[in-house]
């Protein structure tokens, strides 16, 4: 079905081959994730199975490439569109119509079919992937995970034998992946659609899957099996496999159900470990809302709502989609303004300054990070924020040497480097020195691990340990239950504008059905949320 | 050879058909010696020209899309003229000085980096597509797809005089694009007042009587241009300048950081050695 | 029969609007100019709004009239000296203005900004009349590459903004404050960076769906016809124009006609379909033949049964004359009025969704 035979690519220009000598053959019908750190040449062996690599990006390929019995090295993308479809990680770059019905027909009117055929293959990829009750809406009005549905209907169209989805999931929440992924699996199993997709979420994955592709730095030593196999030879795996692996369970399991065969014959409660004591507050909060309310027309995103975090202390802000917890965060630095209550930064009234002032005190990365960058280099893309704030004009000393944050943040050698050229993971630093190179004392994150493999994720988490270690108050808008389980000190539950629960995550965390981590689901009651909490206590040898 | 001599013929009459209806109603006096148009056929004049424009847009644009156009070009000209579109948008919504469009930026800076017939597409897109965001749909708009194409379409006329003061990237190239801004400020507003004019005034009879001079009708002209255009075009020129000088740079750079992206180089497949 | 956001073909609506401004173009004659702004005001009155997807309501015609008119006429009054009725003299010395200023010249501008205030109408009521995907779908087949380039830009309009929004509030969290023209480059600057990637990547998602664009130059015949019929009309013109030759109409229309061919050539070559169709009803034909009705008197009369058309107030005012045959095939312009399905004018519609397909 796909057979990959010695194949390395070259980018024109590169002399580094971004794929080298990649061997290997997915049969039909099956289901395969491929993974690996970024940068190891996914998106580019992705993309060579519909031509995109050649014919659109240009470079030289070497080695044998069948797809479907095609060479899509010879044949055009458009030939190849017959057989392979394709789905972008960001939904909203890949549309090309404003409609649901249009966009799926698109493929179709570019492959010249005759106006009933459209007709008939439309309503069948709308029914296959629920669309139906969605087909007249404006595309900019559907949800994230909705859009990626309507972008895998308009790759099926043309009734293609292959899927291929290169990080579908990425810029979406738990929920929308869920039900793409959900999706994906039911055209697998009842189409017996050959699936390839591209994922660092490999727990919401993994139990779907039937191969296995593994891609290490540099396209090279690329590893294919089952699951199993390659996920007992890699490093970064999920908590669950990692925590398997740790205390030798075999055979390895996959998913939770699997994985409750174990832990059932484990008694967590025997030799519990005393709770940690509660973290000691500095006496006063560095940011305090009292009362906020705000209301947008007729919704009232926030309804009173009181919250604060002090110093040396990481909060998770946690929630459904629409419950207000990004809307909170931008009144903490008067991004919106409040219709009611009180908000106090450090020893500022949030009402009675400008974004530009409450923002020399908070750091705020939004959710984009690309929004902040303009600049042509990293050091001037800091240097700005430092003009903007008026501490590079008067000549006084630097808050902090740029060097001491280029090294903090790994990033010494692209003091000189476009920001836009660098990976997800690296923009996403570059933009958190922007906005903290003011040494805030406090640092609000919107969905920090958006688009982030497991390695960039891991380095922000040290980052956020370390700042908070020197005092500073983080607050952490996200969906990422495993980032939460490993970083915050307390969690803040969101819902419909109103702060549902606040405490400490095992207390949190561990019992919500929703926002359970792994370890959690694996033992429930525990108040165990990472592996090295279950560690400490199983294997306190092993844990040190 | 072939392809080339076809361009420039097409090029060449559209330009020359264009000219000759922006220019009539100053020699018509002087060709026809002061015989006087029917009336009938005079007030059908500015309808005509109309369709005369919109065939000379058509040609154009089917010549400058003949040429291969990918999806690259395709949806990088989207994306563009949607940003291009919104700037218009501004325009609107925020009542500046009367004569000032922020959309002739992008137009001559995309005509100069990316070419002109990237230029033209881009010109004569921005206005249609804000025309039908904004509900601005008028008899004016094949006028002004056609000129502002033009717009686009010249801008790489400055690449010799930047190549001369090897200016790339540099305050002298855009000193050179601040020059072109500025004059198409002033030929924009002087190109659309001809078109204007004959409706303003009326048919063409009026100022086709016997006896009516080339100067006559030259001195009407200007004194329509100063009461209605002139201090507009001061502005749109102004406009223009203040807005390459500041923006030009930096978008300079970016787009031809993203020329060597959107270019490639394909080399051809190379069968297994192994 | 009747469906939500049914509407005349885009076709039909063209026709009308060429019957309307030839009419418009045509006449100065105050009486005609009237009953054409009736006929505009009662079809804007009973057509239903399309559910636009402009981004703001086009500038209402009247507030248009009312900026344009008294400015044509004091143009007109004070540059063009003509006529008997002298309402007041300027020094001659005050150059360009000088001399005297008469009723007619006023009444004369005044009736310019009367044909512009409605050619104006007439294009704002096609627009309010279709959505503007119909409106796109009037880009004839052959520039089916710029008809996409169309609907991409108009379908990045939302997250274009939405991105700006975005970027707005990146900058402001760094310390950025609007002071100057200066201060805008980082705000406009990400949009354009980002705008950039997109479309990159958006170029991929349209090649992995087999838009290949116009892979294959226009063959070099056509082009050459396309050279030769430029040719042709810019000699029957210059004939036309320089010497009175009607033979230069002739010339003319030929050349029209070849690059209509031309055009329709390339079209049928395009090698794609399109899934969205606006089906050609029996209404639709009502519609041409109303903008027959109304345009053909100004082509097919005798100049001496259409001159009431031509009103001239110079030397001296005059009542304009009327001729009510020529009113009642005006009156044809009301066609949309009647035939717009679900107009005000005809039971209400029935609720169904907004697609339309032919039959074949």
Same mark, same amino acid.
């Given at each position: 079905m796909i057979r990959f035979e010695h194949v390395s690519f070259w980018y024109s220009?590169?002399?580094?081959?971004?794929?080298?000598?990649v061997s290997f053959f997915l049969p039909e019908g099956t289901f395969t994730l491929m993974t690996g750190?970024?940068? &190891?040449g996914k998106s580019t062996l992705l993309r060579c199975l519909n031509g995109l690599v050649p014919h659109f990006s240009g470079g030289l390929v070497e080695g044998n490439i069948s797809v479907n019995g095609l060479n899509p090295v010879i044949e055009s993308p458009k030939v190849m569109s017959r057989h392979v479809g394709f789905v972008f990680q960001d939904p909203e770059a890949?549309?090309?119509?404003?409609r649901v019905e249009d966009e799926v027909a698109f493929a179709l009117e570019n492959a010249a079919l005759p106006r009933q055929e459209m007709r008939v293959r439309v309503e069948e990829v709308l029914d296959l992937l629920d669309l139906e009750p969605l087909r007249?809406?404006? *595309?900019?009005?559907?949800?994230g995970g909705e859009r990626q549905r309507v972008a895998i209907a308009a790759a099926l169209a043309l009734r293609p034998q292959i899927l291929v989805l290169d990080?579908?999931?990425?810029? *979406?929440d738990p929920k929308s992946a869920e039900d793409v992924l959900n999706a994906l699996a039911r055209l697998n199993s009842d189409l017996g659609l050959t699936v390839v997709v591209a994922e660092h979420r490999l727990e919401r994955v993994v139990p779907f899957v039937d191969e296995m592709l593994y891609l290490d730095e540099g396209g090279e030593g690329l590893l294919a099996g089952s699951p199993r196999d390659v996920l007992s030879q890699i490093?970064?795996?999920p908590p669950l496999v990692a925590l398997a692996q740790r205390l030798g369970w075999?055979? *390895?399991?996959?998913?939770i159900k699997e994985g409750r065969r174990f832990s059932r014959?484990?008694?967590?409660?025997?030799e519990r470990e005393a709770p940690a004591p509660p973290v000691a507050h500095?006496?006063?909060?560095f940011i305090e809302a009292r009362g906020v309310r705000v209301r947008y027309g007729e919704n009232e995103?926030?309804?009173g709502v009181d919250f604060e975090v002090f110093p040396g202390e990481v909060v998770a802000l946690m929630g459904r989609n629409g419950a207000g917890k990004s809307t909170l965060l931008k009144t903490l630095v008067g991004l919106v303004r409040p219709q009611r209550g009180k908000i106090r930064v450090g020893t500022l009234?949030?009402?009675?300054?400008?974004v530009a002032t409450l923002c020399r005190q908070v750091g705020y990365l939004p959710q984009?990070?690309?929004?902040l960058l303009f600049a042509e280099t990293v050091a001037e893309e800091w240097e700005i924020t430092l003009r903007n704030h008026g501490l590079l004009s008067?000549?006084?000393?630097?808050?902090?040497?740029p060097e001491t944050l280029l090294a903090r943040f790994g990033l010494s050698d692209k003091a &000189?480097?476009?920001?836009?050229?660098?990976s997800t993971g690296e923009r996403q630093r570059v933009a958190l020195g922007a906005v903290m190179i003011t040494q805030a004392r406090a640092l609000l994150l919107d969905?920090?691990?958006?688009?982030?493999d497991a390695l960039a994720k891991e380095a922000l988490t040290d980052l956020l340990r370390s700042w908070r270690d020197e005092g500073i108050a983080i607050v952490l808008v996200t969906h990422d239950v495993e980032l939460a389980a490993a970083v915050a000190d307390r969690v803040v539950l969101m819902s419909q504008g109103d702060v549902i629960a606040n405490g400490p995550p095992s207390a949190i965390l561990g019992s919500s059905p929703l926002f359970a981590p792994q370890i959690a689901h694996l033992f429930p009651g525990s108040g165990w949320l990472t592996v090295a909490d279950a560690l400490r206590v199983l294997r306190p040898e092993i844990a040190k | 050879m072939r392809d080339r001599l076809l361009s420039v013929a097409i090029y060449g009459l559209t330009t020359l058909i264009g000219l000759v209806a922006f220019l009539y109603p100053f020699f018509i006096p002087v060709v026809r010696g002061g015989a006087a148009m029917q009336g009938a056929h005079a007030a059908d004049a500015p309808y005509f020209l109309t369709l005369l424009v919109v065939i000379c847009f058509v040609v154009l644009l089917l010549e400058v899309q003949g040429?291969?156009?990918n999806a690259k070009l395709v949806a990088l000209l989207g994306i563009l003229v949607s940003i291009n579109s919104l700037l218009r948008f501004v325009e609107i919504a925020i009542p500046g #000085?009367?004569?000032?469009? #922020?959309?002739f930026f992008l137009i001559i800076v995309t005509g100069y980096v990316y070419g002109g017939r990237f230029g033209f597409l881009m010109g004569a897109m921005t206005l249609i597509v804000s025309a039908l965001i904004t509900g601005?749909?008028? #008899?004016w708009l094949p006028y002004q797809m056609m000129t502002a194409g033009w717009v686009g379409l010249t801008a790489p006329l400055c690449q010799p005089l930047a190549r001369w003061l090897r200016a790339e990237n540099t305050g002298r190239e855009v000193a050179v694009l601040v020059l072109f801004g500025v004059v198409w400020g002033f030929l924009y507003g002087a190109i659309m007042n001809v078109w204007f004019w004959p409706l303003v005034t009326g048919p063409a009879d009026q100022y086709w009587e016997?006896?009516?001079s080339l100067g006559e009708i030259l001195r009407r002209y200007y004194a329509f241009y100063v009461a209605t255009s002139f201090v507009w075009d001061v502005f749109g020129a102004v406009g223009n300048a203040l807005l390459i000088a500041v923006f030009g740079l930096p978008t300079l750079r970016a787009l031809r950081r993203f020329q060597r992206r959107f270019a490639f180089d394909y080399r051809p497949y190379r069968p297994s050695a192994a | 029969m009747n469906r939500k956001g049914a509407h005349l073909h885009p076709m039909a609506w063209v026709a009308w609007l060429v019957a309307t401004l030839g009419l418009l173009v045509t006449t100065r004659n105050p009486l005609y100019l009237v009953l054409i702004f009736l006929c505009l005001a009662i079809v804007r009155a009973v057509i239903p709004t399309s559910a636009?997807?402009?981004?703001t309501l086009p500038l209402s015609p009247l507030l248009f009239g009312a900026l344009i008119v008294p400015s044509t006429s004091l143009f007109n009054a004070l540059s063009i000296h003509v006529?008997?009725?002298?309402l007041f003299r300027l020094p001659a010395?005050?150059?360009?203005?000088?001399g005297p200023v008469t009723l007619e010249a006023f009444v004369y501008g005044a009736l310019n900004g009367l044909v512009l205030t409605g050619l104006f109408a007439a294009f704002t009521l096609v627009s309010v009349a279709l959505p503007t995907r119909a409106l796109v779908r009037?880009?004839?087949?052959?520039?089916h590459p710029v008809a996409v380039v169309v609907v991409v830009a108009l379908s990045f309009v939302p997250s274009t903004l939405r991105q700006f929004q975005q970027v707005r509030e990146a900058q402001a969290v760094r310390g950025h404050r609007v002071r100057?023209?200066?201060?805008w480059v980082p705000l406009f600057m990400p949009l354009l960076v980002g705008g950039l990637e997109r479309a990159l990547q958006l170029a991929e998602a349209m090649t992995a769906r087999?838009?290949?664009?116009?892979?294959?130059?226009?063959p070099a015949s056509m082009r050459a016809l396309v050279t030769a019929s430029l040719a042709l009309i810019l000699g029957g013109w210059l004939l036309e124009l320089g010497?009175?030759?009607? =033979?230069g109409y002739l010339l003319m229309a030929l050349g029209g006609v070849a690059i209509g061919y031309v055009l329709w050539r390339l079209g049928r070559q395009a090698p794609h379909t399109t899934y969205r169709h606006e089906p050609w009803h029996p209404r639709d034909w009502a519609m041409v033949a109303a903008a027959a009705v109304a345009l053909l008197p100004l082509l097919l009369l005798p100049l001496a049964q259409r001159m009431?058309?031509?009103?001239?107030?110079?030397p001296a005012l005059t009542m304009p004359a009327f001729d009510p045959a020529l009113a009642l095939t005006m009156? =044809?312009?009301?066609?949309p009025a009647i035939l717009?399905?679900?107009?005000?004018?005809?039971?209400a519609p029935s609720v169904a969704p907004d697609t339309s397909y032919d039959s074949v």
């Amino acid at each position: 079905m796909i057979r990959f035979e010695h194949v390395s690519f070259w980018y024109s220009g590169s002399e580094r081959p971004a794929l080298r000598d990649v061997s290997f053959f997915l049969p039909e019908g099956t289901f395969t994730l491929m993974t690996g750190p970024s940068g &190891a040449g996914k998106s580019t062996l992705l993309r060579c199975l519909n031509g995109l690599v050649p014919h659109f990006s240009g470079g030289l390929v070497e080695g044998n490439i069948s797809v479907n019995g095609l060479n899509p090295v010879i044949e055009s993308p458009k030939v190849m569109s017959r057989h392979v479809g394709f789905v972008f990680q960001d939904p909203e770059a890949q549309f090309v119509m404003d409609r649901v019905e249009d966009e799926v027909a698109f493929a179709l009117e570019n492959a010249a079919l005759p106006r009933q055929e459209m007709r008939v293959r439309v309503e069948e990829v709308l029914d296959l992937l629920d669309l139906e009750p969605l087909r007249d809406r404006r *595309l900019e009005t559907l949800s994230g995970g909705e859009r990626q549905r309507v972008a895998i209907a308009a790759a099926l169209a043309l009734r293609p034998q292959i899927l291929v989805l290169d990080e579908p999931t990425s810029q *979406l929440d738990p929920k929308s992946a869920e039900d793409v992924l959900n999706a994906l699996a039911r055209l697998n199993s009842d189409l017996g659609l050959t699936v390839v997709v591209a994922e660092h979420r490999l727990e919401r994955v993994v139990p779907f899957v039937d191969e296995m592709l593994y891609l290490d730095e540099g396209g090279e030593g690329l590893l294919a099996g089952s699951p199993r196999d390659v996920l007992s030879q890699i490093k970064l795996v999920p908590p669950l496999v990692a925590l398997a692996q740790r205390l030798g369970w075999e055979p *390895l399991p996959l998913t939770i159900k699997e994985g409750r065969r174990f832990s059932r014959t484990i008694q967590p409660n025997g030799e519990r470990e005393a709770p940690a004591p509660p973290v000691a507050h500095a006496d006063e909060p560095f940011i305090e809302a009292r009362g906020v309310r705000v209301r947008y027309g007729e919704n009232e995103t926030l309804r009173g709502v009181d919250f604060e975090v002090f110093p040396g202390e990481v909060v998770a802000l946690m929630g459904r989609n629409g419950a207000g917890k990004s809307t909170l965060l931008k009144t903490l630095v008067g991004l919106v303004r409040p219709q009611r209550g009180k908000i106090r930064v450090g020893t500022l009234d949030a009402a009675q300054h400008d974004v530009a002032t409450l923002c020399r005190q908070v750091g705020y990365l939004p959710q984009d990070p690309n929004a902040l960058l303009f600049a042509e280099t990293v050091a001037e893309e800091w240097e700005i924020t430092l003009r903007n704030h008026g501490l590079l004009s008067n000549g006084g000393p630097l808050p902090i040497q740029p060097e001491t944050l280029l090294a903090r943040f790994g990033l010494s050698d692209k003091a &000189a480097a476009y920001p836009r050229d660098l990976s997800t993971g690296e923009r996403q630093r570059v933009a958190l020195g922007a906005v903290m190179i003011t040494q805030a004392r406090a640092l609000l994150l919107d969905e920090p691990t958006r688009g982030l493999d497991a390695l960039a994720k891991e380095a922000l988490t040290d980052l956020l340990r370390s700042w908070r270690d020197e005092g500073i108050a983080i607050v952490l808008v996200t969906h990422d239950v495993e980032l939460a389980a490993a970083v915050a000190d307390r969690v803040v539950l969101m819902s419909q504008g109103d702060v549902i629960a606040n405490g400490p995550p095992s207390a949190i965390l561990g019992s919500s059905p929703l926002f359970a981590p792994q370890i959690a689901h694996l033992f429930p009651g525990s108040g165990w949320l990472t592996v090295a909490d279950a560690l400490r206590v199983l294997r306190p040898e092993i844990a040190k | 050879m072939r392809d080339r001599l076809l361009s420039v013929a097409i090029y060449g009459l559209t330009t020359l058909i264009g000219l000759v209806a922006f220019l009539y109603p100053f020699f018509i006096p002087v060709v026809r010696g002061g015989a006087a148009m029917q009336g009938a056929h005079a007030a059908d004049a500015p309808y005509f020209l109309t369709l005369l424009v919109v065939i000379c847009f058509v040609v154009l644009l089917l010549e400058v899309q003949g040429q291969a156009v990918n999806a690259k070009l395709v949806a990088l000209l989207g994306i563009l003229v949607s940003i291009n579109s919104l700037l218009r948008f501004v325009e609107i919504a925020i009542p500046g #000085p009367g004569g000032v469009s #922020p959309i002739f930026f992008l137009i001559i800076v995309t005509g100069y980096v990316y070419g002109g017939r990237f230029g033209f597409l881009m010109g004569a897109m921005t206005l249609i597509v804000s025309a039908l965001i904004t509900g601005g749909l008028g #008899p004016w708009l094949p006028y002004q797809m056609m000129t502002a194409g033009w717009v686009g379409l010249t801008a790489p006329l400055c690449q010799p005089l930047a190549r001369w003061l090897r200016a790339e990237n540099t305050g002298r190239e855009v000193a050179v694009l601040v020059l072109f801004g500025v004059v198409w400020g002033f030929l924009y507003g002087a190109i659309m007042n001809v078109w204007f004019w004959p409706l303003v005034t009326g048919p063409a009879d009026q100022y086709w009587e016997p006896g009516v001079s080339l100067g006559e009708i030259l001195r009407r002209y200007y004194a329509f241009y100063v009461a209605t255009s002139f201090v507009w075009d001061v502005f749109g020129a102004v406009g223009n300048a203040l807005l390459i000088a500041v923006f030009g740079l930096p978008t300079l750079r970016a787009l031809r950081r993203f020329q060597r992206r959107f270019a490639f180089d394909y080399r051809p497949y190379r069968p297994s050695a192994a | 029969m009747n469906r939500k956001g049914a509407h005349l073909h885009p076709m039909a609506w063209v026709a009308w609007l060429v019957a309307t401004l030839g009419l418009l173009v045509t006449t100065r004659n105050p009486l005609y100019l009237v009953l054409i702004f009736l006929c505009l005001a009662i079809v804007r009155a009973v057509i239903p709004t399309s559910a636009g997807e402009a981004w703001t309501l086009p500038l209402s015609p009247l507030l248009f009239g009312a900026l344009i008119v008294p400015s044509t006429s004091l143009f007109n009054a004070l540059s063009i000296h003509v006529g008997d009725t002298v309402l007041f003299r300027l020094p001659a010395w005050i150059p360009l203005l000088g001399g005297p200023v008469t009723l007619e010249a006023f009444v004369y501008g005044a009736l310019n900004g009367l044909v512009l205030t409605g050619l104006f109408a007439a294009f704002t009521l096609v627009s309010v009349a279709l959505p503007t995907r119909a409106l796109v779908r009037l880009i004839p087949r052959a520039f089916h590459p710029v008809a996409v380039v169309v609907v991409v830009a108009l379908s990045f309009v939302p997250s274009t903004l939405r991105q700006f929004q975005q970027v707005r509030e990146a900058q402001a969290v760094r310390g950025h404050r609007v002071r100057g023209l200066r201060d805008w480059v980082p705000l406009f600057m990400p949009l354009l960076v980002g705008g950039l990637e997109r479309a990159l990547q958006l170029a991929e998602a349209m090649t992995a769906r087999g838009f290949a664009g116009a892979d294959e130059p226009i063959p070099a015949s056509m082009r050459a016809l396309v050279t030769a019929s430029l040719a042709l009309i810019l000699g029957g013109w210059l004939l036309e124009l320089g010497w009175g030759q009607e =033979a230069g109409y002739l010339l003319m229309a030929l050349g029209g006609v070849a690059i209509g061919y031309v055009l329709w050539r390339l079209g049928r070559q395009a090698p794609h379909t399109t899934y969205r169709h606006e089906p050609w009803h029996p209404r639709d034909w009502a519609m041409v033949a109303a903008a027959a009705v109304a345009l053909l008197p100004l082509l097919l009369l005798p100049l001496a049964q259409r001159m009431s058309l031509y009103y001239y107030p110079y030397p001296a005012l005059t009542m304009p004359a009327f001729d009510p045959a020529l009113a009642l095939t005006m009156l =044809a312009l009301l066609a949309p009025a009647i035939l717009t399905p679900g107009s005000t004018s005809r039971p209400a519609p029935s609720v169904a969704p907004d697609t339309s397909y032919d039959s074949v």
